[in-house]
Structures are given as structure tokens and as C-alpha cells.
């Protein structure tokens, strides 16, 4: 594979989100915001892109027993600089994100791509791997966070963009419209685009 | 303000339950709640290592890192205490309890991953509570989830030989069910408020 298919592949074909609902818990609690959304898929790429290399990069000192435990304790490591670099340049966006950030540990995304890609393949491949599997993390999280924003604050980036006009939809910053905007993202890859795709 | 601990419990099972309003837990959540049997199962083992691990990750925190003024190093610390804690019960379960092995044995492992665990202690450290107020919120949180997983699977049994179309079988419905579920439980946000 060149290294652009890899990016593809990890991005789209294989996106962590709608083909193997990975990694939802973040992608559906931080989406109600665009700016909060963008910010946490790039804290999501930067780890993701750092932990994979470095897992290849050591992938034959690591015994097989322990695997699990050290790619754990090698993600942790990144997410304490992305957590570090928050508190120190955006204080603010930190505390909105609040426990969510330290939570990029526990999303399967990571741990699944260093599990099916990155334990078997070269640094500089599974890093493209790993910035693939964000961006696909991103666009999946900025698709929402742009229908929720938009139809419950009437702004995009804050901006406002719908008029006084606009009725606000309370639901749309709440907990359950996460989970039905997701739904029927997901319906929709999965139905039309799935059979124009020919999968 | 000092909240009473036992408004904290009830608070975290139904106004802020962790998986329907704060999203934690969704990926076990979604692939085990196809049967009610091992929904029980492995909501039983939530219940039971969030306690504990909450507990533990308070002590932890406030005796250790504080002192030692390592803060920043909380996500590690309290990912290895989650781990090995899961790995000692296990080990402990197998050669104490075997039958009580064998029904939750097999879901302990998928706990370490679990993010409902490590969130819960990461908002413990962010909502200062107080130890007692931390026990009852894991345990109140806990239940919470073994709440939600264990009325998820019952209506994907119901479900299961209804038509559904076609790209929304599996995952999306299961989302758009407790999408349907958390809205329900905004209804009990009258009872009790935290924050």
C-alpha cells in the first residue's frame, strides 16, 4: 500500500465511527460546540499520530503479555501533553472540555489502530495511519458538532449565523440529539452511500 | 457547598446518569446489550469496580499525588490503579469463586478500557467531592449504567425480529433507542440537581 492509500484507508474505509462504532463516548459528549469539536479531534490526531509511531517504533521490544498495559501507559503519556498544552494556552477551552480530554485513553480508536495497525507495520507508516484515523475521528465529530451548533444555538463557530427568527432547538444542546444526530449519520453511510459505494 | 452523599447517589443514577447524559461507556455499552443475561453481568462488574476504583483513585490522589505535588501525572496513576485492580480481582475471583468467575470473569477485562471508569474518577478530582461523596457517586454511577444497559437490552430483545431498514440495523438503532431513553431520564432532572 503507498502511504496515500493508508491515509485513505485508515480515514474513510475503515473510519473508526461509522464502520466499527469506536470511540463514540467522545464523539458524541463534545459535539455540541464546533470549536470544542475541532479542538478535541485535534488533540485526537496528535496523540494518535505520536502513540502509533511510537508503538511501532518499540514493537518488538514489547512482550505479548504485557502489550495492552504499555500502549495504555504510552497513550497516557501524550494525552498528559495535550492536556498540559490545554491548560497552558487555553484555560478555557480546557475546563469545557473538561474530563473528556484524559478520557482520549479509554477511546478504543487509539488503542484499535495501534492493536490492527501499528504493532505490525513501520513508524513512518502507522503514523500516516494514525493522522488518517484522526482525520476520519474529526470530520465524523465536526459533521455533528455543525448540525448541533446550527440548529441549537443558531451559530456556526460561535458565529451567529440564523437570525432572531430562528427558534432555537433546545433538544439539539442536550444529551439525546447527540445520540439521534449519530444515529442517522450512521444510517445514512451505512443505507445509500454503502449501496452507491458497492461495499 | 457540602452536598449530602445519598442526593449524590440518586443524582448519578437517574438526573446525571454517566452513560445517558455524560455519554461514558458507549462502546461496551453497545456491543454487550445484545443479551440481558451478560448485560447483567457486566453492569454487575461495573458496579462493582467503579466503587472500589473510585475509592481507591481518592485515596490515591489526595494521599500521593498532592502531596507530591505530581497532579498532572493523575491520568496515569489512575489508569494503573484501574488496571491492576481489575487484574487482582480477577485473579482473586478465580481462585476463591470460580462459578461467580465464570459468570463475570469473562467482562472484567473489557472493564480496564471501560472509559465509564476512568471517567468517573476524573470527575470526582474535577467536582472536589469529598470521600464519602466519591463512593456514593461511583456507586450511584455504577448503577446508573447497569440502569441503562440492562433497559437497552431488554427493548433490543423486543426489537430483534421487528423490521428495521436496512443501513439503520445494529448500531444505529441501538443509538437512536437510548437516544429515546435519555430523553425519558431528563424527566426525573426535576428530582435533584448537581453539578
Known amino acids: ?199 | 457547598m457540602e452536598i449530602n452523599a445519598f442526593i449524590i447517589f440518586i443524582a448519578s443514577i437517574f438526573t446525571s446518569n454517566i452513560l445517558l447524559t455524560n455519554f461514558l461507556g458507549m462502546c461496551s455499552f453497545l456491543s454487550v446489550s445484545k443479551e440481558v443475561e451478560s448485560s447483567v453481568g457486566l453492569g454487575l462488574a461495573v458496579v462493582f469496580v467503579m466503587t472500589l476504583t473510585t475509592a481507591l483513585n481518592y485515596v490515591v490522589y489526595h494521599m500521593v499525588l498532592v502531596p507530591l505535588n505530581i497532579v498532572y501525572l493523575q491520568y496515569i496513576i489512575f489508569i494503573i490503579v484501574i488496571a491492576a485492580f481489575v487484574q487482582l480481582t480477577e485473579m482473586m475471583l478465580e481462585r476463591f469463586s470460580p462459578v461467580l468467575y465464570y459468570s463475570l470473569g469473562i467482562f472484567l477485562p473489557l472493564i480496564t478500557v471501560n472509559c465509564a471508569i476512568l471517567g468517573v474518577s476524573l470527575f470526582m478530582i474535577i467536582r472536589n467531592y469529598s470521600f464519602l461523596q466519591s463512593i456514593a457517586f461511583g456507586a450511584g454511577g455504577g448503577l446508573g449504567w447497569l440502569l441503562a444497559i440492562l433497559a437497552l437490552a431488554g427493548i433490543r430483545q423486543k426489537v430483534r425480529y421487528k423490521f428495521v431498514p436496512k443501513g439503520l440495523q445494529g448500531a444505529g438503532l441501538s443509538m437512536i433507542i437510548t437516544g429515546i431513553m435519555a430523553m425519558a431520564f431528563i424527566g426525573f432532572s426535576g428530582i435533584v440537581v448537581i453539578q
Not at chain 1, 462504532?21 to 469539536?37: E, P
Not at chain 1, 474530563?99 to 478504543?108: D, E, Q, R, V
Request: hydrophobic share 55%; with cysteine; aromatic share 10%.
Open chain 1, 1 to 199: 500500500m503507498t502511504k496515500k492509500e493508508i491515509f485513505i484507508n485508515s480515514a474513510f474505509k475503515e473510519n473508526a465511527i461509522w464502520s466499527q462504532i469506536l470511540g463514540i463516548c467522545s464523539a458524541l459528549a463534545v459535539t455540541n460546540l464546533m470549536m470544542n469539536s475541532l479542538v478535541m479531534g485535534l488533540g485526537v490526531i496528535f496523540t494518535l499520530a505520536l502513540s502509533s509511531s511510537t508503538i511501532s517504533l518499540i514493537r518488538d521490544l514489547i512482550p505479548k503479555r504485557v502489550r495492552m498495559m504499555v500502549q495504555t501507559l504510552i497513550i497516557a503519556s501524550y494525552v498528559i501533553i495535550v492536556d498540559l498544552i490545554l491548560k497552558a494556552y487555553m484555560p478555557q477551552m480546557s475546563k469545557a472540555l473538561g474530563p473528556y480530554i484524559g478520557l482520549i485513553i479509554t477511546n478504543c480508536i487509539i488503542m484499535g489502530r495501534a492493536e490492527a495497525f501499528a504493532g505490525k507495520n513501520p513508524p513512518l507508516d502507522s503514523m500516516i495511519d494514525g493522522i488518517g484515523a484522526g482525520v476520519g475521528y474529526t470530520v465524523v465529530l465536526m459533521v455533528i458538532a455543525t448540525i448541533r451548533e446550527l440548529f441549537g444555538f443558531g451559530s456556526l463557530f460561535g458565529i451567529q449565523i440564523l437570525g432572531e427568527w430562528f427558534t432555537r432547538w433546545s433538544i439539539m444542546v442536550m444529551a439525546p440529539s447527540a445520540f439521534f444526530v449519530l444515529a442517522v449519520l450512521i444510517w445514512i453511510i451505512h443505507g445509500p452511500i454503502a449501496a452507491k459505494v458497492g461495499k
